[in-house]
């Protein structure tokens, strides 16, 4: 196995603001493995409250490459419990190698990994498409600017209300609110009613990560869905988050990748929740690994090659929020050369 791997800081369109700040570039970190000749691409992005910068994860391949290059690469599973215990502290590096692990072995057999595990494409749902935090009439023109039939608008700030009132004026699309661990829960109780008459489909989490009493009681009175974001990093908090969210937001990047993602999608159906997958302003190459996953979720937010001003890769692209599908094998994307 052949390891190579660049860190990209890709532009947004517009700066990128959630409740937790704001940012003009998203920094990624991209690996290529080369097995027998077959080139497979993996992504994680770096998010700063999780505190795995992209030279960190440089390091840590370079400090482990040996290992990577000397495994006997068969199937992505087996091989992601090898990078689990590789890097044990570095769930976005596993990803991004979990990512690519995936596209050689789609490769190999010579399908898209959708039709690999029988899934339906005409099941995937409608791509939703965020509106960062900003000035009202500023948001008000990103919705002119995208027309789009989802549209997942980031909360948070004191004016949340005034900005869907606004917002609500100029399309009559779905609006789905992400607070992202902005609001506390005498917030929560006071607006979601409130946004529930503005039309809004669902509210992503609302209150602190950890302030699971508080969801307790804001899961029991919600006349909306509550969906678990920051509450939902890896397997375990499926069980944690359930009858305290309506649903989970998978983040590939979080919980290590495809291989997890895929055991949290099952036991969230155990546990009768709904499924999202979320994006972490992944390009190309990370929404690929997304879209492949698609047909089992209730919802999708894999925009991000929407968001940025360049990408890395062609692949996956959209008709009014609906996912095209790439026509090649493995994750089926093209890689833009790079050294």
Not at 10 to 37: A, D, N, R, Y
Not at 188 to 195: C, D, M, Q, R, S
Request: proline share 6%; net charge neutral; with cysteine.
């Amino acid at each position: 196995m052949k390891v190579k791997s660049k860190i990209f800081h890709l532009p947004f369109t517009h700066p990128f603001t959630i409740s937790k700040g704001s940012k003009t570039h998203q920094p990624t970190f991209v690996v290529e493995l080369e097995h027998f000749g077959i080139k497979g691409y993996g992504e994680a992005p770096a998010i700063t409250y999780y505190n795995i910068p992209v030279e960190q994860m440089a390091t840590d391949l370079e400090a482990k490459r040996i290992f990577l290059e000397k495994f006997s690469f068969t199937d992505p599973e087996r091989y992601w419990h090898y990078l689990h215990h590789l890097f044990p502290k570095n769930p976005f590096l596993v990803c991004a190698l979990d990512m690519a692990g995936w596209d050689i072995f789609g490769k190999i057999k010579k399908k898209p990994l959708h039709e690999l595990w029988a899934l339906n494409t005409n099941q995937s749902p409608v791509c939703d498409y965020t509106i960062g935090i900003d000035r009202i009439e500023k948001m008000k023109a990103k919705i002119k600017e995208k027309p789009w039939p989802i549209y997942k608008i980031k909360v948070g700030v004191e004016n949340d209300l005034e900005i869907i009132a606004a917002l609500r004026k100029v399309t009559p699309a779905v609006f789905r609110v992400d607070a992202n661990a902005g609001w506390t829960l005498k917030q929560a109780l006071e607006k979601i009613p409130v946004l529930k008459e503005f039309g809004v489909e669902l509210v992503e989490q609302p209150l602190a990560k950890d302030d699971w009493e508080g969801m307790k009681t804001l899961f029991s009175q919600s006349p909306l869905p509550l969906i678990a974001d920051e509450s939902c990093v890896a397997e375990d908090d499926v069980d944690k988050c359930h009858n305290h969210f309506h649903g989970i937001n998978i983040k590939l990047t979080k919980c290590s990748g495809i291989t997890p993602a895929r055991r949290m999608i099952d036991r969230a159906r155990d546990l009768n929740m709904k499924v999202m997958i979320g994006c972490m302003n992944e390009s190309s190459v990370g929404t690929a690994a997304i879209a492949q996953l698609a047909p089992l979720l209730d919802y999708v937010d894999m925009d991000g090659p929407l968001l940025l001003k360049e990408d890395i890769a062609d692949g996956v692209t959209f008709n009014y929020g609906k996912i095209i599908y790439p026509t090649g094998n493995g994750l089926g994307i093209n890689m833009h050369p790079w050294e």
